[in-house]
């Protein structure tokens, strides 16, 4: 399968400062990757969908501001936690669809970032 | 509104026996379905898909079954093994778009 990357794994930051997390597709070319969050013991939730060289599609009740998306190329998508609160800890996953190669519309997902905020 | 339902949050089976996942949804124009599986602090990983146009696709000892009729999509694992134990999501899909996450089912398979 297609390898994601995420960086970091894991970050313990300070309330109120902001947390960038990096997705990469180390062997293809994503045009299209997802953000997701996990919340303990529960599923994966669709935060925003980020098309490479255009604005991120959010999903209702993700704060736009808040959670900074940029695709700035075909193999790296930027998550950024602004202004960052207890309430945002939480286990962040990126996904990238694979375009020929596959199953169609097949998300492959990176390792995970956990973030905590004290 | 969960278009996605895993009803069992866990099952426990016993080592070279069957796993069997379920999963149902609401919406029949999904077009597309996949299972992941997922340890611990870590990303799904993706096992098999199968599209609507059919109702089987076996990988390995991995076969995944669909029945339209009752919108019923099952995972089996055949034989179980201990590696196996792990929460497996089922996802839909709708003409390309975002996938739809089930809840999760968690396995345990005892040796």
């Known amino acids: 399968g297609a390898v994601v990357s995420q960086h970091p794994s894991r970050v313990i930051c300070k309330s109120g400062t902001s947390v960038k997390i990096e997705c990469r597709s180390l062997?293809?070319?994503?045009?299209?990757m997802f953000w997701y969050r996990q919340f303990p013991k529960q599923s994966l939730m669709l935060m925003a969908t980020?098309?490479?060289?255009?604005?991120?599609?959010?999903e209702q009740g993700v704060e736009k501001d808040k959670f900074l998306i940029n695709h700035a190329s075909l193999t790296l998508s930027t998550l950024t936690v602004t202004s960052a609160h207890p309430e945002d800890s939480s286990f962040y996953i990126c996904?990238?669809?694979?375009?020929?190669?596959?199953?169609?519309?097949?998300?492959?997902f990176g390792p995970g970032t956990r973030l905590t905020v004290l | 509104d969960q278009q996605v339902k895993q009803n069992s949050p866990s099952l426990s089976v016993q080592e070279g026996r069957i796993s069997i996942l379920n999963c149902d949804y609401t919406n029949s124009m999904f077009d597309y379905f996949l299972w992941y599986k997922k340890y611990p602090a870590e990303g799904p990983t993706f096992l098999i898909s199968?599209?609507?146009?059919?109702d089987k696709n076996e990988d390995g000892r991995f076969t995944v079954f669909l029945n339209k009729s009752a919108k019923h999509l099952s995972l089996h694992i055949v034989p179980s093994q201990p590696g196996d134990s792990a929460v497996y999501f089922c996802?839909?899909?709708?003409?390309?778009?975002?996938?739809?996450f089930g809840a999760g089912t968690i396995l345990r398979v005892k040796s």
């Open positions: 996802a839909a899909s709708l003409y390309g778009n975002k996938l739809v």
């Open positions: 996904s990238a669809r694979v375009l020929g190669r596959g199953a169609r519309d097949t998300q492959y």
């Open positions: 199968i599209s609507s146009i059919k």
């Open positions: 980020s098309n490479e060289g255009s604005k991120a599609t959010y």
């Open positions: 062997d293809f070319q994503a045009t299209t």
